[in-house]
């Protein structure tokens, strides 16, 4: 079984039936224009163009959690709301975990730029759990994979 799964959105917002053993997920989504946005109680912040991921969480019908996500009408009520809101959004990708969302959240590389973004009841130390993924740990990460000898233990 599969820990991680890569959701195609077409299918996803049509039929596709997610296995309930699914509990984390996380949206990458790319930001054109740099914005600087107000996030319910957290305040206005300023968010370079780029790209980002934001990792949750849904114990019952995450389907219905991430389709929430993908509708650009409808109430602010979680932190991503009102990102996924704004003006000059994509949506690339989507994933569906079987891990925890902090596990999934560590275990992803990037930068935070808003501390506590959807993290506010994280008991795990993340910071935040909304990412961002900029060039340089990019190009980073592509050096350190082609330096990194071959080699099985
Ligand atoms: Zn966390």
């Not at 959701?7 to 917002?13: A, E, G, I, P, R």
């Not at 990458?28 to 790209?51: N, W």
């Amino acid at each position: 079984m599969k820990n991680l799964e890569i959701v195609d959105l077409q299918s996803f917002s049509t039929s596709a039936p997610v296995a309930s053993s699914f509990i984390a997920y996380q949206i990458y989504f790319k930001l054109s224009v740099p914005l600087t946005l107000k996030i319910g109680k957290m305040g206005s912040r300023d968010l370079p163009a780029g790209d980002y991921v934001y990792t949750g969480s849904a114990k019952r019908n995450i389907r219905g959690r991430v389709l929430r996500h993908l509708e650009r009408a409808k109430s602010l009520h979680w932190h991503i709301d009102y990102l996924l809101s704004g003006p000059g959004i994509s949506i690339s990708k989507i994933i569906l975990s079987r891990s925890s969302e902090c596990k999934l959240n560590k275990s992803t590389e990037g930068g935070i730029i808003v501390p506590r973004f959807g993290s506010t009841d994280c008991k795990e130390g993340c910071g935040s759990h909304l990412k961002f993924i900029d060039e340089n740990s990019r190009t980073k990460r592509q050096r350190e994979t082609k330096v990194r000898p071959f080699r099985k233990a």
